[in-house]
C-alpha cells in the first residue's frame, strides 16, 4: 500500500510555471511507478507523465512534452512534476498515482491502485 499526497497547486497566468509535489509513504517503492494524471471538468481522467522508480525512465503525454518535467527525489521519497509554460488547457485537478511495475500501458488509469486526493491547478489571466 502507497500514500500519495499531493502540493503545489495554485491559481497563475498563461506562460507562468507551477511545481507540484507528491509525497510518498510506503514500506518500499522499488516497484512502483509513479504518475500524474490530471481531469478537468466533465472530461475523462488523463495521463500526463509517469515515472519509475527503479531506473528513472519517464514518458510524457504528447500535450505536455517538452513544457513539464517528472522527477523523483529518492531521499525524500517525492514525485515533482515541474509544469513551465502553463496554457489554459492546463487548468484541472492534478493527481498522483501508483502502481506496480508491469508490462501494462502506463498511460491509462487502470494499473494504478493508490491515488492521491488532488491539487487544483488553475491557468487563467
Known amino acids: 500500500q502507497v500514500q500519495l499526497v499531493e502540493s503545489g497547486g495554485g491559481l497563475v497566468a498563461p506562460g507562468a510555471s507551477l511545481r507540484l509535489s507528491c509525497a510518498l509513504s510506503?514500506?518500499?517503492?522499488?516497484?512502483?511507478?509513479i504518475g500524474w494524471f490530471r481531469q478537468a471538468p466533465e472530461k475523462e481522467r488523463e495521463f500526463v507523465a509517469r515515472i519509475s522508480w527503479d531506473n528513472g525512465s519517464t514518458d510524457y503525454a504528447d500535450s505536455v512534452k517538452g513544457r513539464f518535467t517528472i522527477s523523483k527525489d529518492d531521499d525524500k521519497n517525492t514525485v515533482s512534476l515541474q509544469m513551465d509554460n502553463l496554457k489554459s488547457e492546463d487548468t484541472a485537478v492534478y493527481y498522483c498515482?501508483?502502481?506496480?511495475?508491469?508490462?501494462?500501458?502506463?498511460?491509462?488509469?487502470?494499473?494504478?491502485?493508490?491515488w492521491g486526493q488532488g491539487t487544483q491547478v488553475t491557468v487563467s489571466a
Open positions: 498515482a501508483s502502481g506496480l511495475k508491469s508490462l501494462r500501458s502506463f498511460r491509462t488509469t487502470q494499473p494504478y491502485s493508490n
Open positions: 510506503a514500506r518500499t517503492l522499488r516497484f512502483q511507478v
